[in-house]
């Protein structure tokens, strides 16, 4: 990859430079700017809210703080996580909130130019699309960066609720 991993602050010193926490949801790598991720953590227990919207898999306990968990796979139309693997938390600060994005993998937190940002491609999903700022090509890599705000927004999903009634 051609983008490096540099100290935290050190993108500031750099007109144009983002960094940007990269994950995978069903093989498509994601980034999301650092100034919106909280931390990353490794799975958490969780407990189901009945008739929450499919996509919110739970709630988490972080710290005393209670943080709803949203399976990005759901929200973005994607096929379900097969059996037995373990989603990863990417906790995230949207809309004066904290939730969790529960995703497949995590990758490293990369520099990037923020001038490289190119439109979403119109073969991926509407679902993705519409959580998607944009897409930067790296060497060997297309990052889709995610939009935090829209990615943690299920009202705009179809009325379809999971959990227990």
């Known amino acids: 990859m051609s983008a490096v991993a540099h100290a935290p602050g050190h993108a500031d010193a750099h007109a144009g430079i983002r960094q940007y926490c990269t994950f995978w949801v069903d093989g498509l790598f994601f980034g999301l700017d650092v100034e919106w991720v909280q931390e990353v ?3 958490q227990q969780m407990t189901v809210v009945p008739c929450a919207p499919e996509s919110v898999l ?3 306990n972080l710290r005393g703080q209670i943080v709803t968990a949203l399976d990005l796979r759901c929200r973005l139309g994607l096929p379900p996580r097969a059996d037995g693997v373990l989603p990863m938390n990417v906790i995230v600060r949207s809309r004066g909130e904290v ?3 529960l995703v497949d993998d995590i990758g490293e937190v990369i520099d990037t130019d923020a001038r490289d940002l190119q439109p979403t491609p119109a073969n ?3 679902t993705v699309q ?5 897409v930067m090509p790296l060497a060997g890599a297309i990052l889709l960066v995610l939009d935090a705000d829209r ?3 299920v009202s705009t999903l179809a009325d379809s609720t999971g959990g227990t009634p």
Request: hydrophobic residues 55%.
């Open 58 to 60: 739970g709630l988490i």
């Open 130 to 134: 519409d959580a998607v700022l944009g």
């Open 99 to 101: 939730v969790s994005l």
């Open 124 to 126: 991926l999903p509407t």
């Open 151 to 153: 990615a943690v927004d």
């Open 41 to 43: 953590l490794r799975y």
